[in-house]
């Protein structure tokens, strides 16, 4: 009589498991943390929610990726702490990802604009690459750019800002006749013509 109480009661649990999300996954101050810090950094982990999802598993993943981890989408103590350096480098306070989660929440989750994508796509303009309008926002048009920018200099296209992609930009020579206004002509305009013969 006892196993077949305890059956009854794994099968009823594994139902409740499966049907209810209540069930499913607890709120977790870590999961929280890291989601805020994903967005913040330009990941996309879906809500702040404090639940362990798949887009947030991936956005994890993603990042683990970008900055040398084991990609596990685990929220580990290595991944915090490189989630939480990744944050101060690009100058971001807690207040400062607090705010970030709260405006992406209040317009759904649409692209908020960021002192490191401005500062991207001013850098992206100066070396050719078209990013579009200098708004701080990574929409398309500046991932395209940061691809672009990534596979010419051999780093992984995530389209993503990460610091090896920042750091490359910074010390990656300007064209040569590139003006700020990325003149195509710029070089014809340099080079004087040979003589033939």
């Given at each position: 009589m006892k196993k077949w109480h305890i059956v009854v009661t794994g099968l009823f649990i594994m139902v409740c498991l499966t049907v209810s999300p209540a069930f499913a996954g607890k709120y977790n101050q870590q999961t929280h943390q890291a989601q805020s810090r994903l967005k913040a950094l330009g990941y996309q982990p879906g809500p702040a929610d404090g639940m362990m999802g798949q887009k947030t598993r991936n956005a994890v993943k993603q990042f683990q990726g970008d900055h040398g981890l084991p990609k596990t989408g685990t929220i580990d103590d290595r991944t915090m702490q490189k989630m939480q350096t990744a944050s101060q480098k690009k100058g971001m306070s807690s207040t400062m990802e607090q705010q970030g989660h709260q405006a992406a929440s209040a317009t759904g989750?649409?692209?908020?604009?960021?002192?490191?994508?401005?500062?991207?796509?001013?850098?992206?303009?100066?070396?050719?690459?078209?990013?579009?309008?200098?708004?701080?926002?990574?929409?398309?048009?500046?991932?395209?750019?940061?691809?672009?920018?990534?596979?010419?200099?051999?780093?992984?296209?995530?389209?993503?800002?990460d610091d090896r992609t920042m750091q490359k930009m910074q010390t990656a020579p300007q064209k040569k006749g590139q003006t700020g206004a990325n003149s195509p002509q710029g070089d014809e305009r340099q080079q004087p013509r040979r003589p033939k013969g």
């Open positions: 989750g649409a692209a908020k604009s960021s002192p490191n994508a401005y500062k991207a796509q001013k850098r992206l303009k100066a070396l050719g690459y078209q990013p579009g309008p200098a708004d701080g926002k990574m929409g398309q048009k500046t991932k395209k750019a940061v691809k672009r920018f990534q596979r010419d200099h051999g780093l992984p296209e995530t389209g993503n800002l």
